[in-house]
Nanobody, 123 residues
Framework: QVQLVESGGGLVQAGGSLRLSCAAS????????MGWYRQAPGKQRELVAV???????NYASSVKGRFTISRDNAKNTVYLQMSSLKPEDTAVYYC?????????????????WGQGTQVTVSS
């Protein structure tokens, strides 16, 4: 019913920048929260940056001042501008949409994940 399609990952040198995009498509009525998580090898998935249901933003302390999340509500799309990248930012980055209402079951809320996009930062 709903798909999250990510793009923009890749290989970059330390200090460089990348921009990730995530577009949600399908029979969407509304999305409460949307943002980015990441998972490095051998580690748990962690929050990177999200828009909350109230419209505010939350960032992991490790990325504050370096990453910026933005969105285009009309396109159900979120972006993650990553600057001053460090080798420890290397991970698979996942897009997340939470509290998603769809046309077929408008009373229910769902959570969706993208397929993930690899970000590798070389030292």
């Amino acid at each position: 019913q709903v798909q999250l399609v990510e793009s923009g990952g890749g290989l970059v040198q330390a200090g460089g920048s990348l921009r990730l995009s995530c577009a949600a498509s399908g029979s969407i009525l509304s999305i409460n929260a949307m943002g980015w998580y990441r998972q490095a090898p051998g580690k748990q998935r962690e929050l990177v940056a999200v828009f909350t249901s109230g419209g505010s933003t939350n960032y992991a302390s490790s990325v504050k001042g370096r990453f910026t999340i933005s969105r285009d509500n009309a396109k159900n799309t979120v972006y993650l501008q990553m600057s001053s990248l460090k080798p420890e930012d290397t991970a698979v980055y996942y897009c997340n949409a939470d509290g998603v209402a769809v046309t077929t079951t408008p009373w229910a809320k769902y959570r969706y994940w993208g397929q993930g996009t690899q970000v590798t930062v070389s030292s």
